[in-house]
């Protein structure tokens, strides 16, 4: 089993579109959790990052964190074209510990 | 200057060439890192600097030889490389170790090795 796993997409929806995007892990001592955001040929940009278990809301971005069942999800409201990018999961133990990215779920908004 | 730089864009070398890759921030950040990303696959750690010092090293290959001069500036030698090294490489800074959690990453260099 993969230390974290995501669904590699793609993911199509149209334009104003709630997305979901989910992680599943297996290491239970993960504490921190990041969303990054990729576009084509660019480098990861940090979207947020949570601690433990609990919600996390940033203007259309929300971050859910659920340890009982080591689950997190990031859902984008008003889903727009420019959200069209690649969105990988990560988390580690505690900071200033390595952390561990998901393989990223591949999302397209359609006009 | 919120930005974390790299040059070159891209680079193709053969398997014998020397070439290197540069990474430059100005964000006062104690501690920089290189990873390298294949196609459709996630950032993988290569090294970490922490306060100019290797701190990291994710059991790379020699023929890749990072060098940490100053705060700022990171680079990555590359010598002998083969194929299957062609991917892209990815520099990110975090204001000090302990805050890994909060990188940010360069634009990447796309290398192709022939």
């Known amino acids: 089993q993969k230390e974290v796993e995501q669904d590699p997409g793609p993911l199509s929806v149209p334009e104003g579109a709630i997305v979901s995007l989910n992680c599943t892990y297996s290491n239970s001592a993960f504490q921190y959790f990041m969303w990054y955001r990729q576009y084509s040929r660019k480098g990861p940009e940090l979207l947020m990052y949570t601690y433990s278990s609990g919600n996390k809301e940033d203007g259309r971005f929300t971050a859910q964190v659920d340890k009982s069942s080591k689950y997190i999800s990031l859902f984008i409201r008003d889903s727009q074209p420019s959200d069209s990018a690649t969105y990988l999961c990560?988390?580690?133990?505690?900071?200033?510990?390595?952390?561990?990215f998901g393989p990223g779920t591949r999302l397209s908004v359609l006009p | 200057d919120t930005e974390v730089t790299q040059t070159p864009k891209h680079l193709v070398m053969g398997m014998t060439n020397k070439k290197s890759l540069k990474c430059e921030q100005h964000?006062?950040?104690?501690?920089m890192y290189w990873y390298k990303q294949k196609a459709k696959k996630p950032p993988e750690l290569m090294f970490v600097y922490s306060y100019e010092k290797l701190s990291i090293n994710e059991s790379v290959p020699s023929r890749f030889s990072p060098e940490c001069p100053n705060s700022s500036l990171l680079n990555l030698h590359l010598h002998a490389l083969q194929p299957e090294d062609s991917a892209l490489y990815l520099c990110?800074?975090?204001?000090?170790?302990?805050?890994?959690?909060?990188?940010?990453f360069g634009p990447g260099t796309r290398l192709t090795v022939l």
């Open positions: 990110a800074s975090s204001p000090w170790r302990g805050w890994s959690i909060k990188q940010f």
């Open positions: 964000m006062g950040h104690r501690a």
């Open positions: 990560a988390m580690t133990v505690f900071y200033g510990q390595n952390f561990v």
